[in-house]
Protein backbone atom coordinates (compact mmCIF):
# COMPACT_ATOMS: atom_id res chain seq x y z
CA UNK A 1 0.00 0.00 0.00
CA UNK A 2 2.73 2.40 0.98
CA UNK A 3 4.25 1.78 -2.38
CA UNK A 4 1.27 1.89 -4.26
CA UNK A 5 0.73 5.49 -2.33
CA UNK A 6 4.55 6.52 -3.22
CA UNK A 7 3.56 5.48 -6.83
CA UNK A 8 0.55 7.64 -7.33
CA UNK A 9 2.31 10.50 -5.42
CA UNK A 10 4.94 10.29 -7.96
CA UNK A 11 2.77 9.94 -10.79
CA UNK A 12 1.05 13.08 -9.48
CA UNK A 13 4.05 15.35 -9.24
CA UNK A 14 5.42 14.40 -12.66
CA UNK A 15 2.12 15.52 -14.19
CA UNK A 16 1.61 18.67 -12.66
CA UNK A 17 5.22 19.47 -13.74
CA UNK A 18 5.07 18.76 -17.22
CA UNK A 19 1.78 20.81 -17.15
CA UNK A 20 3.56 23.60 -16.11
CA UNK A 21 6.13 22.81 -18.37
CA UNK A 22 3.78 23.50 -21.33
CA UNK A 23 2.27 26.61 -20.54
CA UNK A 24 4.51 29.41 -21.65
CA UNK A 25 3.30 32.82 -19.87
CA UNK A 26 3.73 35.86 -21.65
CA UNK A 27 3.81 40.39 -21.11
CA UNK A 28 2.41 42.36 -23.94
CA UNK A 29 1.69 46.30 -24.36
CA UNK A 30 0.94 48.34 -27.34
CA UNK A 31 -1.54 50.43 -29.22
CA UNK A 32 -4.91 50.22 -30.72
CA UNK A 33 -6.28 51.71 -33.51
CA UNK A 34 -9.96 51.44 -32.52
CA UNK A 35 -13.09 52.57 -34.33
CA UNK A 36 -16.22 51.42 -34.62
CA UNK A 37 -18.75 50.33 -37.39
CA UNK A 38 -21.99 52.73 -37.43
CA UNK A 39 -24.64 52.69 -39.45
CA UNK A 40 -26.27 56.12 -39.02
CA UNK A 41 -24.50 59.02 -38.60
CA UNK A 42 -21.32 61.17 -39.56
CA UNK A 43 -18.09 58.97 -41.09
CA UNK A 44 -16.13 57.73 -38.46
CA UNK A 45 -11.97 57.82 -37.90
CA UNK A 46 -9.51 55.44 -35.98
CA UNK A 47 -8.67 56.59 -32.56
CA UNK A 48 -5.15 55.35 -30.93
CA UNK A 49 -5.95 53.80 -27.36
CA UNK A 50 -4.27 51.02 -25.70
CA UNK A 51 -3.74 47.78 -24.92
CA UNK A 52 -2.03 44.95 -22.76
CA UNK A 53 -1.81 42.00 -20.51
CA UNK A 54 -1.69 38.41 -19.51
CA UNK A 55 -0.66 35.76 -22.46
CA UNK A 56 -0.02 31.82 -21.72
CA UNK A 57 0.96 29.76 -24.61
CA UNK A 58 -0.66 25.88 -23.97
CA UNK A 59 1.28 23.89 -26.01
CA UNK A 60 -0.80 21.02 -27.30
CA UNK A 61 1.63 19.75 -29.87
CA UNK A 62 4.61 20.78 -31.71
CA UNK A 63 3.38 23.53 -34.30
CA UNK A 64 -0.11 24.52 -32.59
CA UNK A 65 -1.25 26.10 -29.12
CA UNK A 66 -4.14 27.70 -27.51
CA UNK A 67 -3.35 31.29 -26.18
CA UNK A 68 -6.18 32.71 -23.49
CA UNK A 69 -5.04 36.17 -22.72
CA UNK A 70 -6.12 38.47 -19.96
CA UNK A 71 -6.22 42.04 -21.44
CA UNK A 72 -6.68 45.87 -20.79
CA UNK A 73 -7.78 47.24 -24.05
CA UNK A 74 -9.11 50.51 -24.80
CA UNK A 75 -11.56 50.93 -27.69
CA UNK A 76 -13.66 53.81 -29.13
CA UNK A 77 -13.41 56.25 -32.04
CA UNK A 78 -12.87 59.74 -33.48
CA UNK A 79 -15.51 61.80 -34.94
CA UNK A 80 -15.57 65.13 -36.89
CA UNK A 81 -18.22 67.29 -37.28
CA UNK A 82 -19.86 71.31 -38.13
CA UNK A 83 -22.37 72.97 -36.29
CA UNK A 84 -23.22 76.32 -37.45
CA UNK A 85 -19.85 76.41 -39.54
CA UNK A 86 -18.30 76.02 -35.67
CA UNK A 87 -16.11 72.67 -35.94
CA UNK A 88 -15.94 69.80 -33.32
CA UNK A 89 -14.15 66.74 -32.62
CA UNK A 90 -15.30 64.06 -30.49
CA UNK A 91 -13.42 61.06 -28.82
CA UNK A 92 -14.86 58.16 -27.70
CA UNK A 93 -12.99 56.21 -25.09
CA UNK A 94 -14.24 52.85 -23.46
CA UNK A 95 -12.04 50.72 -21.03
CA UNK A 96 -12.53 46.87 -21.67
CA UNK A 97 -11.38 43.74 -19.67
CA UNK A 98 -11.19 41.59 -22.36
CA UNK A 99 -10.63 37.66 -22.53
CA UNK A 100 -9.56 36.17 -26.49
CA UNK A 101 -8.74 32.53 -26.73
CA UNK A 102 -6.92 32.13 -29.33
CA UNK A 103 -5.69 28.92 -31.40
CA UNK A 104 -2.03 29.36 -32.58
CA UNK A 105 -0.51 27.84 -35.70
CA UNK A 106 3.42 28.58 -35.32
CA UNK A 107 5.93 28.02 -38.17
CA UNK A 108 9.94 28.25 -37.90
CA UNK A 109 12.11 27.61 -34.80
CA UNK A 110 9.83 28.44 -32.21
CA UNK A 111 10.40 28.67 -28.47
CA UNK A 112 13.03 30.27 -25.90
CA UNK A 113 16.06 28.76 -27.09
CA UNK A 114 15.32 29.29 -30.86
CA UNK A 115 16.42 31.81 -32.83
CA UNK A 116 13.35 33.16 -35.00
CA UNK A 117 9.85 31.86 -36.00
CA UNK A 118 6.67 33.39 -36.40
CA UNK A 119 2.56 32.14 -36.29
CA UNK A 120 -0.58 32.89 -37.31
CA UNK A 121 -3.86 33.06 -34.78
CA UNK A 122 -7.85 32.92 -34.69
CA UNK A 123 -10.11 32.97 -32.55
CA UNK A 124 -12.95 34.19 -29.99
CA UNK A 125 -12.79 37.13 -27.66
CA UNK A 126 -15.45 38.61 -24.73
CA UNK A 127 -15.04 41.76 -22.93
CA UNK A 128 -16.63 43.89 -20.44
CA UNK A 129 -16.64 47.56 -20.23
CA UNK A 130 -15.75 49.00 -16.90
CA UNK A 131 -15.66 52.66 -17.63
CA UNK A 132 -16.16 54.84 -20.83
CA UNK A 133 -16.61 58.56 -21.92
CA UNK A 134 -16.47 60.98 -24.96
CA UNK A 135 -14.68 63.99 -24.93
CA UNK A 136 -16.21 67.02 -27.80
CA UNK A 137 -13.62 69.62 -27.95
CA UNK A 138 -14.52 72.95 -30.33
CA UNK A 139 -11.57 73.99 -32.75
CA UNK A 140 -11.23 77.77 -33.20
CA UNK A 141 -9.96 79.63 -36.19
CA UNK A 142 -6.72 79.02 -37.15
CA UNK A 143 -7.20 75.02 -35.76
CA UNK A 144 -6.45 75.87 -32.08
CA UNK A 145 -7.98 73.55 -29.85
CA UNK A 146 -10.90 75.60 -27.41
CA UNK A 147 -13.15 74.15 -24.59
CA UNK A 148 -13.82 70.38 -24.19
CA UNK A 149 -16.75 68.68 -22.84
CA UNK A 150 -16.82 65.09 -21.33
CA UNK A 151 -19.09 62.83 -20.50
CA UNK A 152 -18.82 59.96 -18.37
CA UNK A 153 -20.51 57.05 -20.04
CA UNK A 154 -23.29 55.33 -17.02
CA UNK A 155 -24.27 52.07 -19.39
CA UNK A 156 -27.91 52.46 -18.64
CA UNK A 157 -30.79 54.05 -20.01
CA UNK A 158 -29.61 57.64 -19.73
CA UNK A 159 -26.98 57.12 -22.49
CA UNK A 160 -27.94 53.33 -23.94
CA UNK A 161 -24.36 51.96 -24.40
CA UNK A 162 -23.83 48.15 -23.34
CA UNK A 163 -20.84 47.08 -21.48
CA UNK A 164 -20.91 43.61 -22.77
CA UNK A 165 -18.80 42.92 -26.03
CA UNK A 166 -17.54 39.98 -28.32
CA UNK A 167 -16.23 39.16 -31.41
CA UNK A 168 -13.63 37.30 -33.10
CA UNK A 169 -9.67 37.93 -33.47
CA UNK A 170 -7.08 36.73 -36.13
CA UNK A 171 -3.08 37.79 -35.66
CA UNK A 172 0.00 36.85 -36.89
CA UNK A 173 3.61 37.73 -35.02
CA UNK A 174 6.88 37.30 -35.18
CA UNK A 175 9.40 35.42 -32.61
CA UNK A 176 12.42 36.73 -31.50
CA UNK A 177 14.12 34.57 -29.07
CA UNK A 178 11.62 35.39 -25.70
CA UNK A 179 10.30 38.72 -27.52
CA UNK A 180 7.48 38.94 -30.05
CA UNK A 181 5.78 41.57 -32.43
CA UNK A 182 2.42 40.74 -33.05
CA UNK A 183 -0.31 42.65 -35.62
CA UNK A 184 -3.68 41.97 -34.33
CA UNK A 185 -7.57 42.84 -35.99
CA UNK A 186 -10.34 42.84 -33.54
CA UNK A 187 -13.79 42.56 -35.19
CA UNK A 188 -16.94 43.23 -33.08
CA UNK A 189 -20.19 41.38 -32.80
CA UNK A 190 -22.06 42.33 -30.19
CA UNK A 191 -24.38 46.10 -30.64
CA UNK A 192 -22.37 48.32 -28.45
CA UNK A 193 -25.16 50.98 -29.17
CA UNK A 194 -28.34 49.37 -30.38
CA UNK A 195 -30.82 51.69 -32.52
CA UNK A 196 -32.94 53.81 -30.29
CA UNK A 197 -35.99 54.72 -33.01
CA UNK A 198 -37.87 52.23 -35.23
CA UNK A 199 -39.24 48.84 -34.45
CA UNK A 200 -36.29 46.77 -35.41
CA UNK A 201 -33.18 46.31 -33.47
CA UNK A 202 -30.60 47.15 -36.05
CA UNK A 203 -27.19 47.52 -34.34
CA UNK A 204 -25.72 51.47 -34.95
CA UNK A 205 -22.21 50.48 -33.59
CA UNK A 206 -20.07 47.52 -33.40
CA UNK A 207 -16.14 47.83 -32.28
CA UNK A 208 -13.25 47.59 -34.48
CA UNK A 209 -9.76 48.11 -34.18
CA UNK A 210 -5.88 47.18 -34.85
CA UNK A 211 -4.00 46.79 -32.65
CA UNK A 212 0.04 46.14 -33.23
CA UNK A 213 1.99 44.90 -29.20
CA UNK A 214 5.48 43.90 -28.21
CA UNK A 215 5.37 41.31 -25.62
CA UNK A 216 8.13 38.97 -23.96
CA UNK A 217 7.57 35.28 -23.08
CA UNK A 218 8.91 33.87 -19.65
Known sequence: ????????????????????AQIIPGLKGGINLATTAQENGPDIQSAIAATGGLSFDLNL?????????????????KTEFDILGLKFEQIITLNYIEVPLLAKVRFGNYGEDEDFGFYAAAGPWAGFAF????????????????DSVVEEFKFDDSDNRKRFDYGASGAVGIVLNRIIIEGRYNYGLAKIL?????????????????????????
Open 131 to 146: SGKSRTTQFLSGGIRG
Open 61 to 77: WNHFTLQPELLFIQKGS
Open 194 to 218: PATTGMDNTPVQQTRGISVTLGVVF
Open 1 to 20: MRTLRILIASTLLSTAFSLQ
